[in-house]
């Protein structure tokens, strides 16, 4: 049996790591298709229902609240039941609340439809970033940062599609042709993706890989619970500070969608950068490049901050790939899903609360202060780096 010189595994194991790859990418675009084509249908909804703006926020805290608050359960669940039964069961859940909300004849309905589908997409994260790591083993930091982009292209794609139907069909027809591609997605799954296996299964590891397990971990969630303030805090901000340098509201639209490009490839290429210099280095490199970024776009005229978004993007989310990376080497292999559920509560949470925080700040500061708040929470995420690096295995001798 020839072994992979890039990888280390052997042929057979390669080929079902890509397979796990590649259909934990596309659930993993569903899903986040999922959770953001809300945000198109909100207007279609206010109009259909007559609701106010606050019940349209809670349609989709409903939504997000239930993904964020089942991760963790769902990662318990996962060190006792096959983790691909776990994985069809929640895409198919999340076809189902769609389903439903089709056919809802209120704002009620909507809402239980909507939080079934988050119940749903609850199980993604946790589920498939496991199984993407226990793949690939030790090089899985790169095939993370490529699910993790995945992600990415769902956001882009759904939304859009949805745009695109809502003009030849109803909003009701609508949720049912996507609704079908959940039941679509849960049959790739169920049909070519290997098993995962119970987190119980996998306890027996190697000893070095026992001893750092649990260890530094606080470290890592923490960061990453930063990095997620970081970003979502500055793009509060960026449309403000933009349109206070003359940006009309079509260049401030084609401002967000470069750092969100720069976005996707920085969440692409950071987990191999992490994979070749280390997390430290790299964190280092992305926030530390955040902060000098953002103080750039702040100090600098329009045209040349506009032409610096794209690089702040990358920035802005590749830490995230090289923390998503380090999350198994810092857990015991037989509660990675349960590591993975409590790192992505702790991201998403940030990304809720974040917001808000910094929008208190910006009253009380005005945006540019508040914006260059984000930079120096940036500049923070970096000694705690380095305390994490004491605990990870590549760092102390990262070429």
Known sequence: MSVS?????????????????????????????????????????????????????????????AMAGLQIPV?????????????????????????????????????????????????QHPIASAAVSRAYGAAARGPLGIYNFTGDLGKAAIPALTSILLVVMTWRHTLLVLALAGVLVAACIALWMPAVGKGAEHKKAAASRRERAGRGFHWLLAIGILDTAVRMGFLT??????????????TNGLALALVFIGGAAGKFTCGWLGARVGTLRTVLITEGGTATLIVAVLLLPLAPAIVLLPLLGVMLNGTSSVLYGTVPELTPPHQTERAFALFYTGTIGSGAIAPVIYGLLGDALGPTLATAATALTALAICPLAIALARHLGDDPKAA
């Open 75 to 123: 990662g318990r669940i996962a060190e006792r039941i096959d983790g691909k039964i776990i994985l069809i069961a929640g895409t198919a859940l999340s076809a189902l609340g769609y389903v439903l909300a089709g056919f809802s004849g209120g704002v009620i309905g909507l809402g239980l439809a909507l939080a079934l589908s988050g119940a749903g997409s609850s199980t």
């Open 237 to 250: 901000f960026l449309p403000f500070l933009l349109r206070d340098k003359g940006a009309s509201l079509p």
């Open 5 to 65: 010189a890039e990888t280390g595994i052997s042929r057979p194991a390669d080929r079902r790591a890509t397979r796990t790859l590649t259909v934990t990418g596309l659930n993993h675009a569903l899903h986040d298709g999922y959770t953001d084509l809300i945000y198109v249908l909100l207007p279609v909804w206010q109009a259909e229902f007559a609701l106010s703006y606050g019940l349209l926020a809670l349609l989709r805290g409903l939504y997000a609240g």
